[in-house]
């Protein structure tokens, strides 16, 4: 069964849901029935508006949080990072156990794999060319 398709909420519906709720007092069933949205995004909208919490697009929530995430290393990231500047030779067992020691933060072989790869580090090790192939 494929999943419904995500509705995304703009600033104008959010507006005309605030002034449904609070300037014609309509409920927040016959809201949701209106705007074809769920009662709890609806509730959702009106509890933001009522604490003051200003309306962002989801869209730019998303791109904002990308950026965030992308833009700085993890600390676990970080020390991977500097281990392998350092040392290019360890292999993950090694690495594993000294973000472990250091960080106090078991992380998996998988993982230290993937953290690797988001911080484009390759593994690749010079070598010697046989007088052959010259």
Do not use: W, Y
């Not at 007092?25 to 009522?50: E, F, P, Y």
């Not at 919490?53 to 950026?67: D, G, S």
Request: proline fraction near 1%; include cysteine.
């Amino acid at each position: 069964m494929p999943q419904k398709a995500r509705k995304m909420v703009s600033e104008e519906i959010n507006g005309i849901i605030i002034n449904m709720s609070r300037h014609d007092g309509i409920t927040i069933n016959n809201i949701a029935n209106c705007v074809k949205l769920d009662r709890s995004v609806i509730r959702r909208i009106l509890k933001n508006h009522a604490t003051g919490l200003k309306f962002v697009e989801a869209t730019k929530k998303l791109k904002h949080t990308v950026e965030v995430r992308n833009k700085t290393f993890s600390s676990a990231e970080q020390q991977i990072f500097n281990m392998l500047s350092v040392d290019n030779s360890l292999i993950q067992r090694e690495i594993q156990a000294k973000v472990t020691e250091n960080l106090e933060v078991k992380l998996s072989q998988p993982t230290i794999s993937r953290k690797i790869r988001k911080i484009n580090f390759t593994r690749k090790r010079l070598t010697l060319i046989s007088m052959k192939r010259i």
